[in-house]
């Protein structure tokens, strides 16, 4: 039974994902080859990191027999429709608790989407939201939907990272610069672990503050090339400036507006002013990411 799941999620992810170069002006003026790992092209919806940090969580899942996933997150998190489409893809029930007891099923388009999905959606208020670490509000939510997995707010704990560390395993080539997103710092700290360590992995966070973050990923570093750069987080989470809108909108792929556009227009500020040496090489991970409003 349990290879048969491992081979329903090899299924899923049977092409890696490409890695495609970009050419512009710029990189021929500057001599600096940029590339991009494109997770955004995994699947539709359970793509990027998302399913990188789902997929043993899945597998686990699966071995401990509970075919309950509950998970929790705001109202546009691209976290749980990750978890809400990976289930219906996978054959678990789905709930997801969001932030918000204000909220219904039919406040936003994502939440409509999540539910078409047939995840159920409990909206919990803010003062209880803040306990969502906490065994015995796990211990309620158990009372009132029986045998859950638990994965925590945007997918991240030890399997997560598991899964994010294979990232960079699958590149064809190595890279002197690797550049990532970061949210939780998961992903990064799984990339962290992994590159060569004549690399440097440069880290854009979209979080203000990242405390954490740093010390998560310093964890998992394997030597001391690994920064953080704050310099384009347009003001934090869920932020955005005319500037970056309007590179988003021009750029030649997709890109998302809280994560993704501000690790592209750093990478290609930072091209600008020199940053990278010529002849060096620069991969970019596009960790996915929705155009949904
Ligand atoms: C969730 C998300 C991130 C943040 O990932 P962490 O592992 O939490 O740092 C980055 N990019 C996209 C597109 C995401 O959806």
Redesign the pocket.
Known sequence: MLDDFSDKLKAFYTAVSPVQELVTELSQEKSVRIFVKRD?LIHPLVM???WR?LKYNLQAAYSAGIDTLLTFGGAY???II?TASAGAHFGFRTVGVIRGEELSVDSNNRLIEVSNLGMRLYFMDRETYKLRYDVSLHDRLRDLYGQIYIIPE???NEL?LKG?SEIVPELPQRYDYYC???????????MASTIPLDSQLIIF??LSKIKE?ESLVHSYARSNNVLFNTDYLFGGYAKSGSDLTSFMATFQIPL?S???SK?FYGVYDLLRNDYFPRNSSVLLY?????SLE
């Open positions: 955004d990027g990191n998302k940090k998190s691209n976290h990750a945007g997918g991240s997560a994010s990532c997103s970061c949210g939780t710092g998961t992903t990064a700290a799984g966070p979209s973050q998302d809280v994560y993704t690790l596009h960790s996915g990411g929705y």
